[in-house]
């Protein structure tokens, strides 16, 4: 799976936009973006992913770059809730099965 | 609240033990995987079982085994535990597994196992 980088953390006031990068320059043409969140010390939630159009659904817009080669999610009104760990991750399933490789992810904290 | 869910919920035990996680899946979700947060590691995908199979082997520790039942619940056994075991255990369940990575292939997490090694 291509590897990602993401910011470690970013700050959004309580109500605006929160726009969070991530870049994976070697994606490849089958592999797809997907976004989870984790809230202090809960299991991960899946947020949105997409393979090259852009996605929205009700928690989150998925913005993919036309090369592919970085995204940017986007809360539309950060809430105080918001506050979590962002992860991007790119992957492909395979036979040898779907798992999800974590990185460091984005820190968001929402500030009122 | 995911549908996925996991006992118990906290876990303390001394070194050298064996204990049980045990998780139950999304209603209709035929893939479960298991992943191990440390303060150290971040989150680590240990394995995943697909329909009672085995199907994907992460760094999961020959200590530690796990089976998916003909109901589609799963079970995580560590063994011989030791204090670095200590950690969040989430296990997680998709729909489906499709080589394309796309729909059906997102994971939906239990709210983990907080085991503690004394």
């Known amino acids: 799976d291509a590897k990602t980088t993401q910011p470690t953390s970013?700050?959004?006031?309580?109500?605006?936009?929160?726009?969070?990068?991530?870049?994976?320059?070697?994606?490849?043409?089958?592999?797809?973006?997907?976004?989870?969140?984790?809230?202090?010390?809960?299991?991960?939630?899946?947020?949105?992913?997409g393979l090259k159009n852009n996605e929205t659904n009700e928690m989150a817009s998925l913005i993919i770059t036309e090369d592919r080669k970085s995204s940017t999610l986007i809360l539309p009104h950060?809430?105080?809730?918001?506050?979590?760990?962002?992860?991007?991750?790119?992957?492909?399933?395979?036979?040898?099965?779907?798992?999800?490789?974590?990185?460091?992810?984005?820190?968001?904290?929402?500030?009122? | 609240d995911s549908?996925?869910?996991?006992?118990?919920?906290?876990?303390?035990?001394?070194?050298?033990?064996?204990?049980?996680l045990r998780c139950s899946p999304r209603s209709g979700d035929l893939s479960v995987y298991w992943y191990q947060q440390s303060l150290d590691q971040?989150?680590?995908?240990?394995?995943?079982?697909?329909?009672?199979?085995?199907?994907?082997?992460?760094?999961?520790?020959?200590?530690?085994?796990?089976?998916?039942?003909p109901d589609l619940h799963s079970e995580l056994n560590l063994s011989s535990l030791?204090?670095?075991?200590?950690?969040?255990?989430?296990?997680?369940?998709?729909p489906s597994f499709s080589p394309s990575g796309g729909a059906g292939n997102e994971q939906f997490f239990g709210p983990g196992t907080r085991l503690t090694v004394l």
């Open chain 1, 10 to 49: 970013m700050d959004c006031a309580e109500g605006r936009a929160a726009n969070l990068p991530c870049n994976h320059s070697t994606i490849s043409g089958n592999e797809y973006v997907y976004w989870y969140r984790q809230i202090h010390s809960q299991g991960p939630q899946y947020i949105i992913h």
């Open chain 1, 78 to 112: 950060a809430t105080l809730r918001d506050t979590a760990v962002y992860y991007c991750i790119v992957r492909v399933g395979n036979n040898a099965g779907n798992m999800l490789t974590f990185g460091g992810g984005t820190r968001l904290m929402v500030k009122p």
């Open chain 2, 3 to 20: 549908g996925v869910t996991q006992t118990p919920k906290h876990l303390i035990t001394a070194t050298g033990q064996r204990v049980t």
């Open chain 2, 42 to 69: 971040g989150l680590q995908f240990l394995i995943h079982y697909y329909n009672g199979e085995e199907r994907a082997k992460g760094n999961i520790l020959e200590r530690f085994s796990a089976q998916q039942f």
């Open chain 2, 82 to 94: 030791e204090l670095g075991d200590s950690a969040l255990y989430f296990c997680a369940s998709s």
